[in-house]
């Protein structure tokens, strides 16, 4: 199972970006898949998160800016990120939970992560 982030990229403050995370592989399905960032020198958290069943979560500093949702017939999450600010600047890594996915006749259950994609907003 692999986790491919894309839609990253440099964009002045207002604008907007949308990030994509495929998740590829025998994968029978996945429970929950979400979106993180990690700041020069900060650690990693949340940012948005998404069930199988379309439930979502947003942290305070993305509400009402950020939408997220996902294609589970793609296991793909996406995340569309509005009037963007500099200090939304960050890696943003994918993340899928509970990913059940078929291995040599037998199934599996394993957390994921993404790659990580820039996101660079600039004033």
């Known amino acids: 199972v692999q986790l491919q982030a894309s839609g990253g990229g440099l964009v002045q403050a207002g604008g907007s970006l949308r990030l994509s995370c495929a998740a590829s592989g025998s994968i029978f399905s996945i429970n929950d898949m979400g979106w993180y960032c990690q700041a020069q020198g900060k650690q990693r958290e949340l940012v948005a998160a998404i069930t199988s069943s379309g439930s979502t979560n947003y942290a305070d500093s993305v509400k009402g800016r950020s939408t997220i949702s996902r294609d589970n017939v793609r296991n793909t999450v996406y995340l569309q990120m509005n009037s963007l600010k500099p200090e939304d600047t960050a890696v943003y890594y994918c993340?899928?939970?509970?990913?059940?996915?078929?291995?040599?006749?037998?199934?599996?259950?394993?957390?994921?992560w993404g790659q990580g994609t820039l996101v660079t907003v600039s004033s």
């Open positions: 993340a899928a939970e509970g990913v059940r996915y078929y291995s040599g006749g037998y199934y599996y259950t394993n957390d994921y």
